[in-house]
């Protein structure tokens, strides 16, 4: 993940969560709304590029989408 920095010591101690390079957060609002994972190229530097430029392609429509109500979409008034 790109913004890690000095919290790496602490994201790997987190019981079955296992961090590697090649992901990058999709925010809306400042609030981590998703994540997109690449994995595959030499170096996890090419991966989270790769990520980066993926998630930057989709970003308009995700500032632009309504906020999820939780409930399912069929159940909506």
Known sequence: MAAMGSGRAALTSITNVLA???????????????????GGSRGGDKDEA??????????????ASAAPTGRP?????
């Open 50 to 63: 790769h990520a980066g430029v993926g998630a930057a392609k989709i970003q308009d429509r995700v500032e």
């Open 20 to 38: 590697l390079a090649g992901g990058v957060a999709i925010t809306r609002n400042n609030e981590i709304v998703a994540t997109l994972g690449v």
């Open 73 to 77: 979409a069929d159940l909506k008034k």
